[in-house]
């Protein structure tokens, strides 16, 4: 049962199936997920245990889909605590507190090139909609390319500089009002308590031959992450659990969770063409570099990668 500061999820929240079983339970206040908290929220106040205090994490498989996920989230009180309170405050108040990389930019380049000359229009034409946009630079390259931007984000801060940046800044209930040729959401999902719903509603603002990119963490074989059980293995290690981050990541995907939960909101898997890709991309020098180029799109065609997935409206 949750404490008052929890909510118990009873279905699935990628396919609504009520058939489940626990693959994972131990005590917030109990090592090893309380010394995980404890070393991960490093701010001089410490983790607020109290509101923890009674509450079991507990990781559920769905037996329809296989979609991994917390069953005790934290409710919108205990959010906020989490997000304004416990993480570092400082990216949500100040664009220079984790500036981004000269990767970071190349990377967005390359992704929107590929995706303008996918849709085979001129950028001015193409509506690109980031949700969850942070402070913007994914927008603000699309931007850059002629594309019209839009992004969503809960932090006031944030919208108001988007506004100051030139982007359409969309809420929630205004996204029924518009219709997108691409949808950027990059690490969201896992941090969604209904992304069945939020997914619903993307995909209803999708143009006919508009995308939806779903970038999440990397939850390949979580069954055999959890007995080895170390919590204190290195992001991107084999043993890493960050895909279950404890509060945080409430959703741990598989392609085939992900897979059917995009048939569930009446969407269909997008593999881009080989052509538009080679097009877009930077990084020729130097030979390392052109191998990589040359093979990286063969290698994801032949080997999907469990963490970047597009879809696209189904076809009637």
Known sequence: ??????????????????????????????????????????????????????????????????????????????????????????????????????????QYAQEILTLILYHGKEPHQLDFFDFGMGWGAWCLMAKAFGCRAHGAELSEIQMEYARRQGITVVTWDELPQYRFDFINTEQVFEHLAQPLETLTGLARALKPHGLVKIAIPDGTDIRRRLKVNNWNAPRGSRDSLNSVHPLEHLNCYSRRAVTRMAAEAGLEPVTLPLAPQYAAMTGWQPVAGVVRNLVKPIYRRAFPRNTYYLFRPRAA
């Open 1 to 106: 049962m949750p404490n008052l500061y929890f909510l118990a999820r009873e279905s699935c929240p990628g396919c609504r199936s009520p058939r489940l079983r626990t693959i994972y339970s131990c005590s917030y206040t109990q090592p090893p997920v309380r010394d995980f908290l404890k070393g991960y929220y490093s701010r001089p106040e410490g983790v607020e245990f109290e509101y923890l205090e009674g509450q079991d994490y507990v990781l559920d498989e769905c037996l329809e889909c296989g979609f991994v996920f917390q069953k005790y989230i934290p409710n919108e009180f205990l959010s906020r605590r989490l997000y304004e309170e416990w993480i570092e405050s400082g990216n949500k108040t100040d664009i220079h507190a984790r500036p981004k990389k000269l990767e970071n930019f190349r």
